[in-house]
């Protein structure tokens, strides 16, 4: 099966993987190094990658619902709703979220971890996983102060890392910069459909309501 994972609940990432049962080939992958391009190099990146490929047809795709941003998950969601709608293949959503912890999961961790990230706003969106990667709580969007003691992995970890600390979290080394990745995620949707696993819709997860709102004036020529 050839699997395209997308990803923008932080940087723009797409990756092409040749699953057969449990093995995963990535046969190609990007991701932006900023925060702010998805709508400009997403559509692009998964063209070229489907040309280096040969252009062969997706049989699946898999997308992260997040959490995010608004805008980052809309340009992820509606590009693999479009695409899967054009070439008449599933879209299976994965909790963005799970990237980070199948990345986890290489450390052996020996008791419940968390993966955080950065939600803006002095926040966190953060999961709770057992140490075989199930979840098992969340997901969150709080303050750093209400993260459950114990291990934790990803950007959020290091960017509040002293405040986690304080609260009995501890940051992982090496993880404190890890954003969910195309790679991973596909990765995760594999393993989860080799094994019969139900996965996700293509609901985003967005916790919050939006930043952008109708101003007053607007508010009042609309009724």
Do not use: C
Not at 96 to 113: C, H, N, T, V
Not at 176 to 187: I, N, R, Y
Request: aromatic letters at 6%; zero cysteines; glycine letters at 12%.
């Amino acid at each position: 099966m050839l699997l395209l994972a997308i990803d923008t609940s932080a940087n723009a990432s797409a990756a092409l993987l040749a699953v057969q049962g449990s093995t995963v080939a990535v046969r190609g992958a990007f991701t932006s190094d900023k925060t702010n391009d998805h709508s400009e190099v997403l559509a692009p990146a998964i063209e070229a990658m489907l040309r280096a490929s040969g252009g062969a047809k997706p049989d699946a795709i898999a997308v992260g619902v997040g959490p995010g941003p608004f805008t980052g998950l809309r340009v992820g969601l509606a590009t693999a709703r479009t695409l899967g709608f054009a070439w008449d293949v599933p879209v299976h959503g994965v909790m963005s979220l799970d990237a980070i912890a199948l990345g986890a999961l290489a450390g052996e961790p020996k008791d419940d971890f968390t993966v955080a990230i950065d939600a803006r706003r002095k926040e966190l969106y953060w999961a709770r996983y057992d140490k075989h990667g199930e979840l098992i709580d969340g997901p969150h969007v709080t303050v750093a102060e209400e993260v459950p003691p114990g291990d934790i992995y990803g950007a959020g970890a290091g960017l509040y890392a002293q405040r986690l600390v304080a609260v009995g979290a501890n940051p992982v080394p090496g993880f404190e910069d890890s954003h969910p990745d195309a790679v991973a995620l596909g990765t995760r949707a594999a393993q989860a459909l080799a094994t019969g696993t139900a996965l996700l819709g293509t609901e985003p997860l967005y916790l919050r309501e939006s930043d952008a709102k109708v101003p007053a004036v607007m508010k009042g020529k609309l009724l």
